[in-house]
DNA sequence: TCTGGGGTCCTAGGACCC
DNA sequence: TCTGGGGTCCTAGGACCC
């Protein structure tokens, strides 16, 4: 049996440990720049608001029902987050972290009464840390999700799927309201007469893998409770790093631009040299004016290098001389990102068959990224970072009006 | 004035190889 | 009447997830 734990309403419960003036009110947690509405008290749910419905447009309505309205903020997410964590790992020898607020555990074999082993992390997980999180047990990731969905509604907060009320459950449920059937999807197989799971488990398994290709039918056969999707444990290095930033205000000279970009890839590659990589290709695009309001596009270019980058100096430089390419002048721009890709391991670097020096230059810069970041390791985030950034009035900030006040040593960044 | 950000996986088709 | 057989790699695009 596995299980999987998901925290309740995760940015909203995470807003309320710190503001427990929060815990009697109808909450929201904005995306960046205070765009969307990205988390939802279960107050807020009840009044019919749904995910990602832009904040401007429901202004009025938030107000009027006196619901409190909190910016994101991701990086004080991210530290409750990995709490959360270590302490299920205690519980459980196999563990996925799914996301930043789910995890699959793989349950002890002993446990022989798995909804009442389960009811204790949540306890624990709720007392200890103080976010409520609601699991869900069953033979396999499809079904557990299916399960940890029914928790959610439940009073306990857990609930199983066994071979007794497994038929029951699928005939009650959606086709798409199954993890893995998208939008999509789902208006394809209403199309053949598929409504329900139960309709989809049904089907001949040829004709699924046919009409939706093995993920479709590994759905099905994990629905029919058949293992296929395998619990991973410890995390998986990214394949690739994006840093994408909506900006607080238009920008328009080529210099503005520059600099919103430098602060997306020092982002990027903080990152990448935390995780040991460096990244042979890099892209990067833009966004000039409102997507729902008149004139706008999207441009996009990439590159990539005669050996694997990872320091900040490097890759600045090669935003920089991608932009020259794509800026165009008297363009408003609103959005810009850094993609990295194409990642090998830093540890292990391949020398240049024809190299002129380029390997002593590179380890040099990597030693001094390496300085960098341990210094700001030790004194925060913001000790040290390029001068060019050091302006007094950054125009590319994006909006966060709603935040929170710094509590718990949360950076706010 | 105005709508987020960050990922993964799969397939088809083209190009190429022996 | 009618021209082999078996592969790999790469990319773009689609779909999905949180």
Not at 245 to 272: H, I, P, Y
Request: proline share 4%; net charge positive; with cysteine.
């Amino acid at each position: 049996m596995l299980a999987l734990c998901d925290c309740d309403n995760f940015f909203v419960s995470c807003e309320r440990l710190y503001r427990p003036e929060l815990r009697s009110r109808p909450v929201v947690v904005l995306s960046n720049n205070d765009g969307c509405i990205v988390s939802r008290s279960a107050e807020v749910k009840a009044m019919g608001i749904p995910m990602g419905q832009p904040y401007f447009q429901i202004q009025g309505l938030l107000r009027k029902k006196g619901v409190a309205v909190c910016s994101g903020n991701l990086v004080m997410y991210k530290e409750v987050s990995m709490k959360v964590m270590k302490l299920l790992s205690r519980f459980t020898g196999g563990m996925e972290e799914y996301s930043i607020d789910e995890a699959f555990l793989s349950l002890p074999v002993a446990a022989e009464d798995p909804l009442g082993y389960v009811s204790g992390i949540r306890a624990k997980v709720e007392s200890w840390i103080g976010i409520p999180v609601s699991i869900g047990v069953a033979a396999t990731k499809t079904l557990s999700k299916l399960a940890t969905e029914m928790a959610k509604k439940d009073a306990s907060g857990v609930m199983e799927i066994t071979g007794r009320n497994a038929r029951d459950v699928l005939d009650n449920t959606g086709i798409g309201d199954i993890w893995g059937i998208g939008r999509k999807t789902a208006e394809a197989l209403n199309r053949d007469g598929i409504y329900s799971a139960g309709h989809f488990v049904d089907r001949d398994s040829v004709w699924v893998k046919r009409r939706l290709t093995v993920r479709g039918l590994m759905t099905q056969l994990e629905l029919k409770g058949q293992p296929c999707l395998p619990i991973v444990a410890g995390t998986a290095p990214p394949k690739s790093i994006q840093v994408s930033r909506t900006w607080g205000n238009v920008l328009e000279s080529f210099e503005d631009v520059c600099l919103a970009m430098t602060d997306n890839v020092v982002k990027a590659a903080r990152q990448l040299r935390q995780d040991n990589l460096a990244a042979r290709g890099m892209s990067v695009f833009l966004r000039h004016g409102y997507r729902h309001h008149g004139e706008h596009g999207y441009i996009e270019n990439d590159v990539y290098f005669d050996s694997p980058a990872q320091c900040d100096i490097e890759l600045i430089g090669a935003v920089k001389s991608l932009l020259g390419k794509i800026y165009r002048p008297g363009h408003g721009y609103t959005q810009g990102g850094v993609t990295l890709r194409d990642f090998s391991d830093a540890r292990f670097r391949q020398r240049e068959l024809f190299d002129e020096g380029g390997y002593e230059r590179r380890s040099k810069l990597e030693r001094f990224s390496r300085a960098v970041d341990e210094i700001n390791g030790h004194f925060g985030e913001r000790a040290i970072f390029p001068a060019s950034l050091a302006v007094k009035d950054k125009k590319w900030r994006p909006n966060r009006k709603h935040l929170s006040e710094k509590r718990g040593g949360f950076v706010n960044g």
